[in-house]
């Protein structure tokens, strides 16, 4: 059973910076694809970051340059590295994963099997 638990969530300052951890546990090797996605209230679930089977990197047009993707291997933990952080990033973050996902597909909810609890971001003005 993959399962997925985040922490890192909290409150800052425009400007700020937070880093995101979303442990992994289930898979019997590294080669997983996964990603991060954020829901703001009101709003549908957006693909933030993801990373696939051979460590390529994706982002968002509106995180590029201020966002970093990671992974882990020896500790199965995926990472997301939130520098100037503006108050449109505010949000709940959640990790998504699963073995393969269609190419160019990375921000597709339906692509992820497995998914976390969230966890809440919230940036002030």
């Known amino acids: 059973q993959v399962q997925l638990v985040e922490s890192g969530g909290g409150s800052v300052q425009a400007g700020g910076s937070l880093r995101l951890s979303c442990a992994v546990s289930?898979?019997?090797?590294?080669?997983?694809?996964v990603g991060w996605f954020r829901q703001a209230p009101g709003k549908e679930r957006e693909g933030v970051a993801s990373?696939?089977?051979?460590?390529?990197?994706r982002y968002a047009d509106s995180v590029k340059g201020r966002f970093t993707i990671s992974k882990d291997n020896d500790k199965n933990t995926l990472y997301l590295q939130m520098n100037s952080l503006k108050p449109e990033d505010t949000a709940m973050y959640y990790c998504?994963?699963?073995?393969?996902?269609?190419?160019?597909?990375?921000?597709?909810?339906?692509?992820?099997?497995?998914w976390g609890q969230g966890t809440q971001v919230t940036v002030a003005s």
């Open positions: 990373i696939d089977r051979d460590g390529s990197t």
């Open positions: 289930g898979y019997t090797d590294s080669r997983y694809c």
């Open positions: 998504a994963s699963d073995v393969w996902i269609t190419p160019g597909s990375w921000d597709a909810e339906v692509e992820y099997m497995y």
